[in-house]
């Protein structure tokens, strides 16, 4: 997935860097959107924009994978949860400093393999506004600059979707796509009943700089876990939960 991957001193931090920190609780993955407060010689202080109750239920140890926001690239290393801070027992906690970090630097056109389930709408060309019961899919594939995603609605080239995506331990983005190639239909083999799939490329055409450079980071922290243990994180485990009523077509 990468270019260019090289090791660094772990030096290259500063006061409001934008980090995700990844962990798991309970057996499933959860993402901290932080901004970086504070840097010590052995650890690293972190925190979020509001309260998150999800903190107290880390304890001393805790094996975290952090990544820090750089233009077109995430640096990447392991670290461990330490403790909550104080009397913001929900909104700063600090985090063992990596040793190293690895700079990964991402192509254009880097695609991410992986299969998160998705609702989307249809979105009315004469308001701009979606439209009817929301659908369901699963993405194939993704980039920062739009996906693939296999379904059983009906959806037709130059169509604009409203589109929900999570990315990991609950967090979800909202995009508007441009449907630019629908592929030919796919019998379900385990379910002969069932509508035929199709498989939907889709371009994103509103998005926030945010929103995509969270994408970004999802696609370099996945790649990342793979590659240093490809049997402890399947796929399934990477993707995130829908709501009640959202259950996608896990392929």
């Known amino acids: 997935m990468a270019d260019d991957i090289y090791y660094d001193g772990a030096t290259d931090l500063s006061i409001q860097d934008h980090v995700q920190a990844d962990a798991e609780i309970g057996g499933r993955p959860v993402a901290f959107h932080a901004v970086l407060v504070k840097v010590c010689e052995r650890e690293l202080w972190l925190g979020l924009p509001s309260p998150d109750r999800r903190i107290e239920q880390l304890r001393l140890g805790r094996p975290m994978r952090l990544a820090v926001a750089r233009p077109g690239t995430a640096l990447v290393g392991s670290s461990e949860f330490l403790r909550a801070m104080g009397g913001s027992r929900s909104r700063v906690f600090a985090v063992r400093r990596p040793e190293t970090l690895e700079i990964v630097q991402r192509r254009s056109a880097t695609r991410l393999e992986v299969g998160l389930p998705v609702r989307f709408r249809q979105i009315d060309p004469g308001t701009w506004l979606p439209r009817g019961r929301s659908s369901a899919g699963t993405t194939v594939n993704m980039s920062s600059g739009g996906l693939l995603l296999r379904t059983d609605a009906t959806i037709a080239v130059g169509q604009d ?80 939960q829908i709501p009640s009523g959202g259950a996608g077509l896990v392929s």
Do not use: Q
Not at 174 to 189: F, L, Q, Y
Not at 199 to 214: H, L, N, Q, S
Not at 221 to 230: A, I, Q, Y
């Open 161 to 240: 979707l409203d589109l929900m995506l999570p990315l990991a331990g609950g967090d979800r983005i909202s995009t508007t796509d441009r449907v630019v190639r629908v592929g030919p239909a796919t019998p379900n083999a385990d379910e002969p009943g069932r509508p035929a799939s199709i498989e939907v490329a889709v371009k994103f055409t509103r998005i926030t700089a945010i929103d995509k450079e969270w994408i970004v980071r999802f696609m370099l922290l996945t790649e990342h876990r793979r590659r240093e243990s490809p049997l402890s994180y399947p796929a399934a485990a990477l993707s995130a």
